[in-house]
């Protein structure tokens, strides 16, 4: 199951840009989800959401693993997924997600506490 959490997250990596960032909160991010839900396997949306919100892999990693886990359920069951990923390409889900993100507060405030 790590193979495929280390996927996700080099997958999210080269997604969001964080290529040569240390692959450990990514990899603790997509575990939990692959590990509970196989054909999902990767956040992708979530923390590309994260990346555009401007929170850092090194913010992840000081996160307890519970808070992550959480999160990645909730984006996993997500019904705006379509929208989220629409959002993202076009560059506005910084200013729509609250719109639509089960996530949206708690992204914000991570976005607060760096």
């Known amino acids: 199951m790590l193979r495929l959490a280390e996927k996700a997250a080099a997958l ?7 290529r040569g960032a240390d692959d450990r909160p990514l990899v603790r991010v ?13 956040p992708a949306l979530m923390l590309r959401m994260l990346a555009c919100h401007g929170i850092s892999a090194a913010r992840l990693d000081r996160l ?18 379509r929208r ?7 560059g506005v889900a910084c200013a729509t997600a609250d ?3 089960p ?12």
């Open 12 to 18: 999210v990596r080269v997604l969001t840009g964080l």
């Open 84 to 90: 989220c990923a629409c959002d993202l390409d076009n």
């Open 99 to 101: 719109e639509y993100c």
């Open 30 to 42: 997509a575990a939990p989800v692959a590990a509970a839900r196989p054909e999902v396997g990767k």
């Open 64 to 81: 307890p693993p519970g808070r992550l886990a959480a999160m990645a359920a909730t984006c996993t069951d997500c019904g705006a997924r």
């Open 103 to 114: 996530n949206s507060d708690t992204i914000c405030a991570l976005g607060k506490h760096p």
